[in-house]
């Protein structure tokens, strides 16, 4: 039950506008919880959660603690509104390069069905390797969310977050600083057995079409 409420939460989006809910709502952290993956499951800011319950150390919440959280500052970004942000250089890996998260066919694209999240699924088969797109720290490595398998969520500067779901294992953990090309995981399956990858790129929040940003050509 407390997973299928975690899934419905990601599941909330729209294609068409950005929406702005100020409404408080609260989360009990649970053990494992970082404050990054509760910003990811609630698609809200990490900032504004410490801001909201005036939280000195982020690094100290603990299972149990109750969380104020500000409703969810949007949807998800229309296919219009991606398609006029301008495609960064995916030809040398470094610092402030996206590269491929994994190499396969996009079988899934962005928002075409929600039932698997506001992301892509990147087909391939099983024990492929899965890369960080770029360089960052891993703010949560775990299988919490049983929908999305073992996940990983890299935090990239103050803006980014990339999360890579159905991973066969885990070659990294929470608080490991990883650099991009860098080998995270192995692919496992999605629904239906099928060998994939679901990729997503949220900035401030908001989930974004991680084809802008990427070239999976």
């Not at 603990?62 to 991606?82: F, V």
């Not at 995916?90 to 999240?117: S, Y």
């Not at 492929?128 to 770029?134: E, K, P, R, S, V």
Request: hydrophobic letters at 40%.
């Amino acid at each position: 039950m407390k997973n299928y409420f975690l899934f419905t939460l990601l599941l909330f989006s729209s294609c068409t506008k950005t929406l702005v809910d100020y409404s408080i709502t609260s989360h009990t952290v649970k053990e494992g919880e970082s404050l990054h993956y509760i910003a990811w499951i609630y698609r809200v800011k990490y900032d504004d959660i410490i801001l909201l319950n005036n939280i000195d150390d982020p690094n100290l919440i603990y299972p149990g603690q109750r969380l104020l959280i500000r409703g969810s500052y949007d949807s998800a970004i229309s296919e219009n509104y991606s398609k006029d942000r301008p495609l960064l250089d995916t030809g040398i890996i470094g610092r402030n390069t996206w590269i491929l998260p994994a190499n396969g066919l996009v079988i899934r694209k962005f928002n075409e069905d929600l039932l698997l999240g506001s992301g892509i699924g990147i087909r391939g088969s099983v024990g492929d390797n899965i890369y960080a797109t770029l360089s960052g720290e891993v703010v949560y490595a775990g299988s919490g969310l049983t929908s999305y398998g073992n996940l990983i969520i890299i935090k990239h500067g103050e803006a980014y977050l990339t999360a890579y779901g159905f991973n066969k294992d885990l070659l990294v953990a929470e608080g490991d600083e990883v650099v991009a090309g860098q080998v995270i995981s192995h692919m496992g399956e999605g629904p239906g057995n099928l060998p994939q990858l679901h990729f997503e790129i949220r900035e401030n929040g908001t989930p974004v079409n991680p084809m802008v940003y990427i070239d999976f050509d």
